[in-house]
């Protein structure tokens, strides 16, 4: 069993619905990422969180809000969504600081689809 | 800039037949890390390995191996008598070891599928 639980696991939302992906990990890391994953592709890095702190934001479009409220949750708000944005959405966690080469712990995703 | 190439886009073998999934890359960094995820249908990756750049050492975890040649730039991975429960897409990826440096670079994947 996968120790990064996200919720939900289907999401389908109107372009105009907010909506909320969820992640969590009791893993104690302090490193938390999120993915965007179109089919029959990679994973994509969207966000990294580094103790709380966003650290990295990959150019993502501003209707992707992410938020870290403490060291076991990672959110991704949704706002104004276009359908090009339906993908599978992985959380991801690493015990200490992004970017120390650690293995990343992933979770089996959200499946956005955007209508 | 980094490259990972997985030439094999689909491979098909019947249960119990040897596979090797190739994983070529590219970067001018001396010092980096590689690794193999496994992504089954249920969603998410499963780490499988990591190996850093000076360690060239094979390495065989039960029915898995992996062959790391740096003159060749490979990492290659083979599953000895293949299992249905092998069927997935795996992922090669590199990561430079510098500080600071978070993103993988991920190949666009393998998807291995086991045939009963």
């Known amino acids: ?115 | 800039a980094q490259k990972v190439t997985q030439a094999q886009t689909e491979i098909s073998v019947v249960e119990k037949e040897d596979v090797t999934l190739d994983c070529v890359y590219e970067t001018r960094d001396t010092t980096y890390y590689l690794f193999w995820y496994k992504q089954p249908p249920s969603g998410e990756l499963v780490f499988l390995i990591r190996r850093n750049s000076f360690d060239e050492q094979n390495e065989i975890s039960g029915r898995y191996s992996w062959n790391f040649q740096k003159s060749t730039s490979s990492f290659n991975f083979t599953i000895t008598a293949s299992q249905v429960v092998d069927s997935a897409v795996y992922f090669c990826a590199l990561i430079l070891s510098g500080a600071g440096s978070y993103q993988l670079t991920f190949g666009k994947g393998t998807k291995l599928s086991v045939i009963p």
């Not at chain 1, 969820?22 to 029959?40: L, S, V």
């Open chain 1, 1 to 115: 069993d996968t120790e990064v639980t996200q919720t939900p696991k289907h999401l389908v939302m109107g372009m105009t619905n907010k909506k909320s992906l969820k992640c969590e990990q009791h893993m104690g890391h302090r490193a938390m990422y999120w993915y965007k994953q179109k089919a029959k592709k990679p994973p994509e890095l969207m966000f990294v969180y580094s103790y709380e702190k966003l650290s990295i934001n990959e150019s993502v479009p501003s209707r992707f809000s992410p938020e870290c409220p403490n060291s076991s949750l990672l959110n991704l708000h949704l706002h104004a969504l276009q359908p090009e944005d339906s993908a599978l959405y992985l959380c991801a966690s690493s015990p200490s600081k992004a970017g120390k080469n650690e293995k990343l712990f992933f979770g089996s995703g959200t499946q956005l689809s955007v209508l």
